[in-house]
């Protein structure tokens, strides 16, 4: 089976700071695809980034990027510059047959 | 992006009664949904995945008699709560994947909030 580890339950940062959010997978597939979803209070989750496992440079998206280690099955997300409007619950999610998620990371984003 | 509904947005019963939630892709077709469950301050939960023309395939521990679903076409996926329960109050979510040249992208619905008396 497929399990998302995220082992951070909350993050703050600073306004304009950068930080980064952990994720750990695992899974004996070789190709699958690795997602990070933001969900505000609305509880609507919206994409923030994709990654494809056979693609070996790191996703980009404006001031979001990710560092995926394969071998490690490790898939990192850095927000930069971070901005108010980031606070939100941020969950690592796999997609091989069907997608799993981690238990999520709450961001805070201090003034 | 691409987008997927869901009906109602909140709904209340009582105790016993059925409860249907449709899911919808409104811009691309989807032979495949998925059902998620979501408790307070806790992850997305997998409870089965729809297949249009075919049975659903749910996950372990989730009651497919009491969790109906029907994926009546390439654009709609319903879920039914049968003789629902308080326990049954949840957040109720759908996925659709679409397939395109960058691979898979899975876009979610805005959810629905089911609370049972």
């Known amino acids: 089976a497929q399990t998302v580890t995220q082992s951070q339950p909350e993050m703050s940062v600073q306004e304009a700071e950068t930080v980064t959010l952990s994720c750990t997978y695992d899974?004996?597939?070789?190709?699958?695809?690795l997602f990070w979803y933001k969900q505000p209070p609305s509880r609507q989750m919206i994409l923030v980034i994709r990654?494809?496992?056979?693609?070996?440079q790191n996703a980009t998206e404006n001031r979001f990027s990710v560092n995926f280690q394969k071998a490690a099955k490790s898939f990192s997300l850095k927000i930069s510059d971070s901005q108010l409007g980031d606070a939100a619950m941020y969950f690592c999610?796999?997609?091989?047959?069907?997608?799993?998620f981690g238990a999520g990371t709450r961001l805070t984003v201090k003034p | 992006g691409a987008v997927v509904s869901q009906h109602p947005s909140r709904v209340i019963c009582k105790s016993g009664t059925s409860v249907k939630i449709e899911c919808r892709s409104l811009?691309?077709?989807?032979?495949?949904m998925f059902w998620y469950r979501q408790f307070p301050k806790q992850s997305l939960m997998l409870m089965a995945t729809s297949n249009e023309g075919s049975k659903a395939t749910y996950e372990q521990g989730v009651e497919k008699d009491k969790f109906l679903i029907n994926h009546a076409s390439l654009t709609l996926s319903t879920l039914t709560v049968t003789s629902a329960h308080p326990e049954d109050s949840s957040f109720y979510i759908c996925?659709?994947?679409?397939?395109?040249?960058?691979?898979?992208?899975?876009?979610f619905g805005p959810g629905t909030r089911l609370t049972v008396l």
């Open positions: 811009d691309f077709q989807a032979t495949t």
């Open positions: 996925s659709a994947p679409q397939t395109s040249g960058w691979g898979d992208t899975q876009y």
């Open positions: 999610a796999y997609l091989a047959n069907d997608m799993r």
């Open positions: 899974t004996s597939e070789s190709d699958y695809y």
């Open positions: 990654q494809e496992a056979y693609k070996q």
